[in-house]
Structure formats: C-alpha cells, structure tokens
C-alpha cells in the first residue's frame, strides 16, 4: 500500500512540474520604468533595419501588455533555450519579451535576481498592439 500511495505521489509530481507555469506578470513588471520596442521586418536579421521605439511604463501600450499578461497568467512552459532574433522585441532593465511567428519567449530576473525564461504559444497577431503605428 505504501509503495502505491508513494507511486502515486510521484506521478503527481511528474504531472505539476509538466504542466504549465502560472506567472504574476504584474510583479514582474512592477519596478520596469522604460522599455524598449525592436521591430526586425520579416525577419530580417540586419541590426541596421530594426526599428527602436523608447515606450514607457504607463504608456498605453504597456497597459496593454499588462491586459494580455493578466488574461494569459497560465500555460507557460520552462525554458532554457537560447533563441534567435525574433519579429518582435521588447526589453527593459530585468524583463525581455521575444515574440515570432507561433510562440513567445519572456525572460526576466525573479525576486532573488536569478534569471528565468518561459514560453508560450500563441498567434502573433495577438500583439498587433505594439506594433500598430496609430498607438
């Protein structure tokens, strides 16, 4: 019997730490006062033809990211990966956000100072807000 309940035990285990993460993005951002916005047009890779944007904290785009950060707290997977130059980056002294095609990569530095990463899917329509020029 022990060793069932201590099989079962484990397998829960298994289960929580292959789920999802659920991230308090609004403590993460909570002490980021500007970021900045890189836009690398169909994935070209040439520093030279990003376009940089300063965007401050209580911009209405940040209001924004705020809004999708608090409807999408779940989902987000672990990750150690190093990625590539995405469509979209968004950076500010502790947080980072990649966003391509069909997933997105946030990174940040957690209460302790270690750096953490997480990613998601999701369709990059979903942040047409940070690049629609009537912002």
Do not use: H
């Amino acid at each position: 019997m022990k060793k069932m309940i201590r099989n079962i035990g484990f397998l829960l285990m298994i289960f929580t730490i292959s789920c999802g993460q659920n991230l308090d993005f609004e403590e993460i951002l909570k002490n980021e006062k500007q970021f900045e916005l890189k836009i690398y047009p169909n994935g070209n890779l040439n520093l030279n033809s990003s376009s940089v944007t300063k965007i401050n904290a209580d911009s209405k785009i940040i209001d924004k990211l705020r809004i999708w950060f608090k409807n999408n707290p779940d989902g987000w997977e672990s990750s150690i990966a190093s990625w590539t130059t995405p469509d979209i980056f968004l950076t500010s002294n502790d947080f980072r956000l990649l966003i391509f095609n069909d997933f997105v990569v946030a990174g940040f530095a957690d209460k302790s100072g270690k750096q953490r990463q997480y990613t998601k899917s999701i369709d990059k329509s979903e942040f047409n807000f940070l690049t629609d020029e009537n912002e």
